[in-house]
């Protein structure tokens, strides 16, 4: 016999969770004192916004659903950019909301919302728990959908006497992860695409990659002398420096790269929704109907022909992906091996900030002597705005 409270933290405990960001509430105290004696680390936060943003932070850094806890009403409104934010960027986070007890509901209590109505657009699943004893089973598939197919937000909203109360309830069990992969007959027809295609290009984007899945992906580009672009905000994907790159895709595009982009005859988007930042609001590729040949690989089934109908369509993540296409080698030199070099050329030359310009800071030396003094594996944090423009485009991520 457990409280919710301990069955809650048990369920993350199963699930692999070592820390929590959070600002405490009194919606959830049975929580926070389940938490008391568990080896998970709380973190606590000034700020509901910063709490959920930190949890997905950490989910973007491990694949794993960063957990976040707030209470009810105002704790649960601010929470709700860093929700927003993994929404649109897939990435998991699991975020629990303190709420009013189950007798008050319904009659507008101090600072009741209802919460599937407020976060139903911009979350995958918005559940509320009425039965402490199903909390294993919520808990863990909460794990489930966050990870599979297109990462994102879950919302579990937790009713404050479904926390107090005693009941008896199986042992938590981990999710089981799923994994999407590419069959050989995709692969096949992606190769013959290549056979045929003149000026190929690659657009990297998305979650579910890794360190092996990048790895894989250079030497793909190596393999097949393909031209490389990373979508907006996904510069890590590729080496800056690699010969085969070719730019970021995303706001203020070099417009050497939106024009091979939109000549290309084929485009193969790894990963990627190719949302309006990086395709230039639907120009480099037309939706729904794309000039070029697309060939679309993401995860989420739900993703392929959402917004643009691709030629061919896979159903995998983009590291099971690159690692079963890294296979399939090249049969000769490609005839846009040339092309890639140019592109390459075309980037060092965009990503060279001026000398001089205007007013009394000079940015170009700036970030000239901050390319030269900075080590490869820095954490740089830009803001949004145009002079964000100036680490965005002239820093070369490694």
Known sequence: MKTGGQLIVEALEANGTDRIFCVPGESYLAVLDALHDSPIRTIVCRQEGGAAM????????????????????????????????????????????GQVASHAKEREAFQEVDYKRFFG????????????????????????????????????????????????????????????????????ALEKLLAKAKRPFVILGGTRWDADAVAHMQGIAEAWSLPVGCSFRRQMLFDHLHPNYAGDVGI??????????????????????????PSS??????????????????????????????????????????????????????????????????????????????GSVQMGPIMNYLEKVLPDDAILTNGAGNYATWVHRFHRSR
Not at 265 to 274: A, Y
Request: hydrophobic letters at 45%; aromatic letters at 6%.
């Open 252 to 277: 203020g595009i070099n417009p050497k790269l939106a024009t091979a982009i939109k000549q290309a005859d084929l485009v193969l988007l790894i990963g990627g929704r190719m949302g309006e930042m």
């Open 54 to 97: 930190m949890a997905d932070c950490q989910g973007r850094l491990t694949g794993k659903p960063g957990i976040c806890f707030v209470t009810r009403g105002p704790g649960a409104t601010n929470a709700s950019a860093g929700i927003h934010i993994a929404m649109q960027d897939s990435v998991p986070v699991i975020l629990f909301i």
């Open 121 to 188: 657009d911009i979350a995958k699943w918005v559940v509320e728990i009425d039965d402490a004893s199903r909390i294993p089973e919520f808990v863990t598939r909460a794990f489930a959908v966050a990870t599979a197919g297109r990462p994102g937000p879950v919302v579990i909203s937790l009713p404050e006497d479904t926390l107090t109360c005693v009941v008896e309830a199986p042992a938590a069990l981990p999710h089981t992860p799923v994994e999407t992969r590419p069959g050989e007959a995709e692969l096949d």
């Open 281 to 358: 609001d639907y120009t480099l590729l037309k939706s729904p109907y794309p000039d070029q040949t697309l060939v679309h690989v993401h995860a989420d089934a739900g993703e392929l022909g959402r917004v643009y109908r691709p030629a061919l369509a896979i159903n995998a993540s983009p590291s099971a992906f690159v690692e079963g296409f890294s296979k399939r080698k090249s049969a000769a030199a490609p005839a846009w091996a040339g092309e890639t070099v140019k592109l390459h050329a075309a980037y060092l030359d965009w990503s060279t900030p001026p000398e001089t310009g205007p």
